[in-house]
């Protein structure tokens, strides 16, 4: 079973710049999330799909943070524009029944 | 809001030594799971602890689970160099009818030779 695709692995960006990441789930698993993992602490949930409906993006910065997850497979998340505070890593993840979830390698975002 | 609270946050320990590390919850779920991340990789799922008193054990690492004392705890027997990660428990917030894991901060995990 392939697993969770993220992509780009790495990203530098200007502050005030805007940049895009995507993910693509396991075949099959109905629902995504997006993490945010700033260094030395623990991911936190941004934003969690059930299909291509959100169910919580309570955690979303929305001035400045979207997400999409167009067709229920595939999903972008965006950041414009970005801050310097937004540089971390950022985690895809999907489960297909709430009984187990399976992380990306993530995309490790630096703001300079 | 559920808080998740792992301690100690660093722990170095010699080889063969064995160590205990805590994580405490703050609300009712009965679904806990432990994730082990390695510098700059994701997280790797170690175990997944589904009811009271679940106890499960791969290798050196054994985990348990105590809904009613909302502890889970993670016990490493005999440590060896491979073991030094970051742990991470998480705990499967299903309060809003919407799984999602809430994470702790993490434990840093250094086992010297």
């Known amino acids: 079973e392939a697993g969770v695709a993220q992509s780009p692995r790495y990203k530098i960006i200007e502050k005030r710049q805007s940049v895009a990441f995507w993910c693509n789930p396991i075949?099959?698993?109905?629902?995504l999330y997006w993490y945010q993992q700033i260094l030395g602490q623990g991911p936190k949930l941004l934003i969690q799909?059930?299909?291509?409906?959100?169910?919580?993006d309570s955690q979303l910065p929305k001035d400045r943070f979207s997400a999409e997850r167009l067709k229920g497979v595939d999903s972008t998340l965006k950041i414009q524009p970005a801050k310097l505070e937004d540089s971390a890593v950022y985690l895809c993840?999907?489960?297909?029944?709430?009984?187990?979830?399976?992380f990306g390698s993530g995309t490790r975002l630096t703001v300079v | 809001e559920l808080k998740v609270e792992q301690n100690p946050l660093f722990l170095s320990m010699q080889e063969g030594k064995n160590y205990t590390i805590y994580c405490n919850y703050s609300?009712?779920?009965?679904?806990l799971y432990w994730y082990r991340q390695d510098p700059g990789k994701s997280l790797e799922s170690l175990f997944v602890?589904?009811?009271?008193?679940a106890v499960k054990q791969e290798g050196r690492l054994m985990a348990s689970l105590d809904t009613k004392a909302r502890l889970s705890t993670l016990h490493i027997t005999a440590a060896v160099h491979d073991l030094s990660a970051t742990y991470f428990c998480?705990?499967?917030?299903?309060?809003?009818?919407?799984?999602?894991?809430?994470f702790g901060k993490g434990t840093k995990l250094s086992v010297i030779p």
């Open positions: 602890l589904l009811s009271n008193g």
């Open positions: 609300t009712t779920s009965d679904r």
């Open positions: 993840a999907s489960s297909l029944n709430f009984h187990g979830y399976t």
């Open positions: 998480a705990v499967d917030d299903s309060g809003a009818g919407s799984y999602q894991l809430t």
């Open positions: 799909f059930q299909n291509n409906g959100v169910v919580d």
């Open positions: 075949s099959g698993h109905a629902t």
